[in-house]
């Protein structure tokens, strides 16, 4: 029996249908389970509406209080996790096993910030006598919070996480693709205690729904994950009104292999992480830079183990990696492959679509990628990997920064000094030693260059969504 649950807007504390609806669809299958109902200007005015009498109240809330309904919140979901995880597996494909670590992941996100939510913490600064100087941190109002469809539920959860440990309010647009995961959030808050109107969820347009809310004078704050090209022009939008924004964008995650590490256990390590969630992660690695002296016996035990990937309906028990989240990536893949091939890169493995029906594609690895193919500048946002052969870690630092992204990067090593050099020369907001985990609820994650502005989780996690107020007392009048 299907758990997916009938999807609506939440606005004001109330579920909403509209007369516009589209379909949602099993990447797995093709078919149909969901009709999505889309917001109009009138939704988004009320959920506007509803946003500001929701900061009045909610930024009004002691922290103590909001850190409370947020972990009830978070509880519930822990609760629901079975169903949640369904949800996500029947929309997006990715193996259960995969959705349900995605559940635990966004629950955590909501527990730290509701933890950060108490400590916020202001100075005083030391003056004369009769003056004193102190530094307020306020929350700093509505946010439009833009989430992406590759992690329906924590990527959404991260958003409202920093928004509501704040005192902020949050219209969230959640992906049109992959909209349960924000739902069962929106559920469990409605059912947590919530006050009307903190937190409003939206589907619909996208152009049309940033446009609008973007323009308007109550949103203080854009929250957005996705692709660099929208986030510049979602950026340009907001400095026309001097909005600010915190942008987490693309990435091209370079890998260093160094020539001293285990090489079977960095290549099967490389190879699994790889076909993790389809590889449709902005933190994926994809680019592995692999020192010549152990390139041949890398590329071989990664290319077997890739090829190894049990591939399948998410639902299926032992499946590693489901179907591709839409259709528009199977194209968009085989381009990238062809162009790789046609410039003379091998095809060690995959390469295509795996079948007519459901949206596969074959866990791939190209070797000898030339510097000028496309994949090696463009984020592939898939199942596949690029390992070439480099004579010194110089030289590997060097391709690695040769993008304009700046997300995450990783190295296997055990010496001392190369980790040094790494971790002066590497340009990305999170680098990772000997293993492939670039983010956790406790560290700060956002990128350099092109791979966005701010950071989440970490302490300083909340700092985009509030405002520095300085106050200066001077006991006379002067």
């Given at each position: 029996m299907s758990t997916y649950p009938e999807l609506h807007l939440y606005i004001g504390g109330e579920w909403r249908k509209t007369a516009d609806d589209l379909p949602v669809v099993n990447p797995a299958t093709e078919q149909e389970i969901g009709r999505l109902p889309h917001a109009d200007i009138a939704d988004l005015d009320d959920a506007l509406a509803a946003a500001q009498e929701g900061f009045r109240v909610w930024s009004r809330t002691a922290p103590r209080d909001r850190a409370d309904i947020i972990l009830r919140a978070a509880a519930l979901m822990r609760e629901r996790q079975e169903e949640i995880a369904q949800s996500i597996?029947?929309?997006?494909?990715?193996?259960?096993?995969?959705?349900?670590?995605?559940?635990?992941?966004?629950?955590?996100?909501?527990?730290?910030?509701?933890?950060?939510?108490?400590?916020?913490?202001?100075?005083?600064?030391?003056?004369?006598?009769?003056?004193?100087?102190?530094?307020?941190?306020?929350?700093?109002g509505v946010v439009a919070g833009l989430s992406p469809w590759n992690f329906p539920m924590s990527q959404p959860a991260r958003k409202v996480a920093g928004a509501l440990a704040s005192g902020c309010s949050i219209i969230l647009k959640a992906a049109e693709e992959t909209p349960a995961g924000a739902l069962h959030i929106a559920r469990a808050f409605h059912d947590a205690g919530l006050p009307k109107g903190v937190l409003n969820l939206v589907f619909g347009t996208p152009a049309m729904i940033s446009d609008h809310l973007i323009r308007h004078d109550a949103v203080r704050l854009v929250a957005f994950t996705g692709s660099t090209a929208v986030g510049r022009q979602l950026t340009t939008l907001a400095s026309e009104h001097m909005t600010p924004?915190?942008?987490?964008?693309?990435?091209?995650?370079?890998?260093?292999?160094?020539?001293?590490?285990?090489?079977?256990?960095?290549?099967?390590?490389?190879?699994?992480?790889?076909?993790r969630n389809a590889?449709?992660?902005?933190?994926s690695p994809t680019r592995f830079f692999v020192h010549e002296s152990i390139f041949?016996?890398?590329?071989?035990?990664?290319?077997?183990?890739?090829?190894?990937?049990?591939v399948g309906n998410g639902v299926e028990p032992g499946v590693e990696m489901g179907p591709l989240a839409n259709e528009r990536r199977l194209p968009a893949l085989s381009a990238l492959v062809e162009d790789a091939?046609?410039?003379?890169?091998?095809?060690?493995?995959?390469?295509?679509?795996?079948s007519n029906a459901g949206y596969f594609f074959q866990p791939t690895v190209l070797v000898n990628v030339p510097d000028?193919?496309?994949?090696?500048?463009?984020?592939?946002?898939?199942?596949?990997?690029?390992?070439?052969?480099?004579?010194?870690?110089?030289?590997?630092i060097e391709k690695a920064n040769s993008v304009p992204y700046g997300l995450a990067a990783y190295g296997f090593t055990n010496?001392?000094?190369?980790?040094?050099?790494?971790?002066?020369?590497?340009?990305?907001?999170n680098l990772s030693f000997n293993t492939l985990e670039a983010s956790l609820p406790e560290t700060p994650f956002g990128g350099v260059k092109s791979s966005g502005y701010g950071r989440e989780g970490g302490t300083e996690g909340l700092h985009n969504y509030m405002v520095v107020k300085n106050v200066s007392h001077s006991m006379t009048i002067v």
């Amino acid at each position: 029996m299907s758990t997916y649950p009938e999807l609506h807007l939440y606005i004001g504390g109330e579920w909403r249908k509209t007369a516009d609806d589209l379909p949602v669809v099993n990447p797995a299958t093709e078919q149909e389970i969901g009709r999505l109902p889309h917001a109009d200007i009138a939704d988004l005015d009320d959920a506007l509406a509803a946003a500001q009498e929701g900061f009045r109240v909610w930024s009004r809330t002691a922290p103590r209080d909001r850190a409370d309904i947020i972990l009830r919140a978070a509880a519930l979901m822990r609760e629901r996790q079975e169903e949640i995880a369904q949800s996500i597996t029947a929309e997006h494909g990715k193996p259960l096993s995969q959705a349900r670590l995605e559940v635990i992941r966004g629950c955590e996100f909501l527990e730290w910030d509701a933890g950060e939510a108490v400590r916020t913490y202001g100075r005083v600064i030391p003056s004369a006598p009769g003056v004193r100087y102190m530094v307020h941190h306020q929350p700093i109002g509505v946010v439009a919070g833009l989430s992406p469809w590759n992690f329906p539920m924590s990527q959404p959860a991260r958003k409202v996480a920093g928004a509501l440990a704040s005192g902020c309010s949050i219209i969230l647009k959640a992906a049109e693709e992959t909209p349960a995961g924000a739902l069962h959030i929106a559920r469990a808050f409605h059912d947590a205690g919530l006050p009307k109107g903190v937190l409003n969820l939206v589907f619909g347009t996208p152009a049309m729904i940033s446009d609008h809310l973007i323009r308007h004078d109550a949103v203080r704050l854009v929250a957005f994950t996705g692709s660099t090209a929208v986030g510049r022009q979602l950026t340009t939008l907001a400095s026309e009104h001097m909005t600010p924004v915190l942008m987490e964008l693309g990435g091209h995650a370079p890998v260093i292999v160094c020539e001293d590490t285990d090489v079977q256990k960095a290549a099967i390590s490389g190879a699994v992480r790889k076909m993790r969630n389809a590889g449709q992660v902005c933190t994926s690695p994809t680019r592995f830079f692999v020192h010549e002296s152990i390139f041949d016996e890398y590329a071989d035990a990664f290319v077997k183990r890739a090829a190894q990937t049990v591939v399948g309906n998410g639902v299926e028990p032992g499946v590693e990696m489901g179907p591709l989240a839409n259709e528009r990536r199977l194209p968009a893949l085989s381009a990238l492959v062809e162009d790789a091939r046609a410039r003379g890169a091998e095809v060690r493995t995959g390469g295509a679509r795996m079948s007519n029906a459901g949206y596969f594609f074959q866990p791939t690895v190209l070797v000898n990628v030339p510097d000028d193919a496309r994949v090696m500048q463009e984020e592939p946002f898939g199942p596949l990997a690029v390992i070439n052969p480099v004579s010194s870690l110089d030289e590997a630092i060097e391709k690695a920064n040769s993008v304009p992204y700046g997300l995450a990067a990783y190295g296997f090593t055990n010496r001392a000094d190369y980790i040094d050099r790494m971790t002066d020369g590497v340009e990305a907001g999170n680098l990772s030693f000997n293993t492939l985990e670039a983010s956790l609820p406790e560290t700060p994650f956002g990128g350099v260059k092109s791979s966005g502005y701010g950071r989440e989780g970490g302490t300083e996690g909340l700092h985009n969504y509030m405002v520095v107020k300085n106050v200066s007392h001077s006991m006379t009048i002067v």
